[in-house]
């Protein structure tokens, strides 16, 4: 809740020295002042959204069902921690894609928003970067991939590195990404049967990454062409 969250930062600028409580005060009136401007973004692109429909009378009755005003709640919580204008618009655009599905899909649509919501900003440029046609992928990826690891790198090149592919893997654990395994053709030959293929170091499965149908759908859901 947001007062608990107030009362936090209260007491907490109120331990650090020459703080105070005075200074807490304003770090409290901070966040909820905050806190009211991402969620008054969220509404109007919410209401953009809405108005682009071509049967926006429906919308007001449809708000009357419990599973869409679910969708709008979890809208609004995500809204509050949306650091970016793009973020808050590509949740109002995966929740009016929620309103105005079927009833026996607005589960699924509630699962697009928490998995959105597992994702950061960078995470869903690197989805839609594989998403992007093979030859077109350059430009893209240029902006995204971090510096190349070798002996003798710096800290911060490794870091960059590491946290690249940490987000390779929770895009792949979330099923988003998903690795096309590479098969060894000489053991296929030599014994009748598809062996995949496995890196020299780390014993990884050889392969490339591609977007999911999952994947896919997410960035449709939210508004990537």
Same mark, same amino acid.
């Not at 970067?129 to 190349?148: C, H, I, M, V």
């Not at 590491?162 to 929770?170: E, I, V």
């Given at each position: 809740?947001?007062?608990?969250?107030?009362?936090?930062?209260? !007491?907490?600028? &109120? *331990?650090?020295?020459?703080?105070?409580? &005075?200074?807490?005060?304003?770090?409290?009136?901070?966040?909820? #002042?905050?806190?009211?401007?991402?969620?008054?973004?969220? !509404?109007?692109?919410?209401?953009?959204?809405? $108005?682009?429909?071509?049967?926006?009378?429906?919308? $007001?009755?449809?708000?009357?069902?419990?599973? =869409? =005003?679910?969708?709008? @709640?979890?809208?609004?919580?995500?809204?509050? %921690?949306?650091?970016?204008?793009? %973020?808050?618009?590509?949740?109002?655009?995966?929740?009016?894609?929620?309103?105005?599905?079927?009833?026996?899909?607005?589960?699924?649509?509630?699962?697009?928003?928490?998995?959105? #919501?597992?994702?950061?900003?960078?995470?869903?440029?690197?989805?839609?970067?594989?998403?992007?046609?093979? @030859?077109? %992928?350059?430009?893209?990826?240029?902006? +995204?991939?971090?510096?190349? *690891?070798?002996? &003798?790198?710096?800290?911060?090149? *490794?870091?960059?590195?590491?946290?690249?592919?940490?987000?390779?893997?929770?895009?792949? %654990? +979330?099923?988003?990404?998903?690795?096309?395994?590479? $098969? #060894?053709?000489?053991? @296929?030959?030599?014994?009748?049967?598809?062996?995949?293929?496995? @890196? #020299?170091? &780390?014993?990884? +499965?050889?392969?490339?990454?591609?977007?999911?149908?999952?994947?896919?759908?997410? +960035?449709?859901?939210?508004?990537?062409?």
């Amino acid at each position: 809740r947001s007062d608990d969250l107030a009362a936090a930062i209260r !007491a907490l600028a &109120g *331990v650090i020295p020459l703080v105070g409580t &005075g200074a807490g005060e304003l770090f409290a009136n901070l966040v909820r #002042n905050q806190r009211i401007d991402r969620v008054e973004k969220y !509404a109007v692109y919410l209401q953009e959204e809405i $108005m682009k429909l071509p049967t926006r009378k429906d919308v $007001m009755s449809l708000l009357q069902q419990p599973a =869409v =005003v679910d969708l709008v @709640e979890e809208g609004v919580t995500q809204s509050v %921690r949306a650091l970016s204008d793009e %973020r808050q618009r590509y949740i109002a655009r995966a929740v009016v894609s929620g309103i105005t599905s079927d009833e026996l899909n607005h589960l699924q649509e509630r699962q697009i928003l928490d998995i959105l #919501n597992q994702l950061n900003d960078r995470e869903i440029l690197i989805l839609d970067a594989y998403r992007t046609e093979y @030859e077109d %992928r350059g430009q893209k990826f240029s902006a +995204l991939l971090p510096e190349p *690891v070798f002996i &003798g790198a710096d800290e911060k090149t *490794v870091e960059n590195d590491a946290y690249y592919k940490a987000s390779l893997s929770k895009l792949e %654990r +979330l099923t988003l990404l998903y690795k096309d395994v590479q $098969m #060894n053709r000489a053991a @296929e030959e030599k014994i009748g049967i598809q062996v995949p293929e496995f @890196e #020299n170091h &780390g014993g990884d +499965l050889k392969g490339h990454l591609r977007i999911s149908a999952l994947g896919r759908l997410l +960035l449709r859901k939210i508004g990537f062409a």
